[in-house]
């Protein structure tokens, strides 16, 4: 089987109120596996829920390819295959979830109730499905949103940004969905910038920043580049400084001294060093590079750290478009 996702240069500009164009998602590549969750990373105004809007078919690329399941972007046949949870679901707030599960599945010519209620009892909504969903919190509407999305038994799902605004059981609990939804062999696209989440479920990851790809691959593969940190206890200024130019001294202070390597190297020279000029070794520590670390990184001369937006995408008018 082919890839569940592919684009090429995929772009989609704006234009702005002074005519001139900008653009969102800027030659975009990107290659998903079936069976993988894929994490889609990236700053707020990156980009992230444009791309998936073509995917979707909903809204037009300005030029480049899309290929879902094998099928151009947008392909009705392809479409019963998906599913998708927007960014915002937007729910009648008097029907109950059970109501809504049943609004959902009406929309594919299904009446089939107790499918329905297999559901929410999946979700963990078994208890509460005759309440309106006013009275559900952000996670169990949530949960509702990821029920809803099963309804038609998808290969592929779009969730675009599931975690946002959760509390961490909620997070907890979508995370350990997803997990399951990968064990039935569908392939999950998550958009986020929930990076621990990221972390802990999904197989493959690209980073978009400014509309482009920065980074694309397996968490492994990216996160390489680990450290070990040794802290150390009696140890002298002179010891530090003799250190310094060769090793990465972290702080010393009140002779606790931490000092870390890259994880290719072995610590014993250091250990036995510190141990030498007398020092007293508390622990040797490998610390896998973070997704955050990598993530700044790939980012990075942004000020997404302030989460401050970026000026030109902010000029961009709501809906006029551009086909140059
Ligand atoms: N209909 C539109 N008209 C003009 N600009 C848009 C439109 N939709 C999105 N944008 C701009 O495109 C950029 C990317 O938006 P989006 O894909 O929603 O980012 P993300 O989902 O990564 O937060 C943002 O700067 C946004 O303001
Ligand atoms: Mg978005």
């Known amino acids: 089987m082919g890839l569940a996702i592919e684009t090429r240069n995929l772009v989609k500009k704006y234009k702005t109120r002074k005519g ?16 993988e969750i894929f994490g889609f990373l990236g700053p707020n105004g990156a980009g992230k829920t444009t791309t998936i809007k073509i995917l979707l078919g909903i809204i037009y690329q300005t030029s480049g390819d899309a290929f879902i399941l094998g099928k151009e972007a947008g392909d009705i046949a392809v479409h019963r295959e998906l599913s998708y949870l927007p960014e915002k679901p937007y729910y009648y707030e008097h ?8 609004f959902y599945a ?25 309440r309106p969903i006013s ?3 952000k996670g169990m509407q949530q949960r509702v949103g990821l029920a809803q999305s099963l309804l038609n038994d998808p290969k592929l799902l779009f969730l675009d940004e599931p975690t946002g605004g959760l509390d961490p059981i909620a997070h907890i609990e979508i995370r350990d969905l997803i997990l399951q939804f990968r064990e039935e062999g569908k392939t999950v696209f998550i958009s986020s910038h ?15 920043n400014k509309g482009a790809v920065v980074a694309q691959g397996r968490l492994e593969e990216l996160l390489v580049g680990g450290r070990i940190e040794v802290t150390a206890n009696n140890c002298t200024t002179e010891l530090a400084d003799s250190l310094r130019d060769s090793h990465n001294l972290v702080s010393i202070n009140h002779g606790r001294m931490i000092v870390d390597i890259p994880d290719s190297k072995n610590p014993n020279d250091l250990v036995g060093a ?31 750290a302030k989460g401050r937006h970026q000026p ?13």
Do not use: H
Request: net charge negative; aromatic share 4%.
């Open 274 to 304: 510190i141990a030498k000029a007398g020092g007293e070794i508390v622990s040797v520590i490998p610390r896998r590079k973070r997704l955050e670390d990598f993530f700044l990184e790939a980012v990075s001369g942004d000020n997404i």
């Open 95 to 102: 029907m109950t979830g059970l109501e809504v599960m049943q």
């Open 20 to 35: 001139s164009s900008i653009t969102v998602v800027d030659n975009v590549d990107l290659q998903v596996e079936p069976g």
């Open 135 to 137: 009275q559900y919190s």
């Open 312 to 324: 030109s995408m902010l000029e961009a008018t709501e809906t006029e478009e551009t086909d140059s």
């Open 194 to 208: 929930e990076l621990s989440d990221v972390e802990r479920i999904c197989d493959r990851v690209a980073i978009i």
């Open 106 to 130: 009406s929309l594919f010519g299904m009446k089939d109730i107790a499918k329905c209620k297999s559901l929410l009892e999946r979700v963990n909504l078994g208890n509460d499905m005759n």
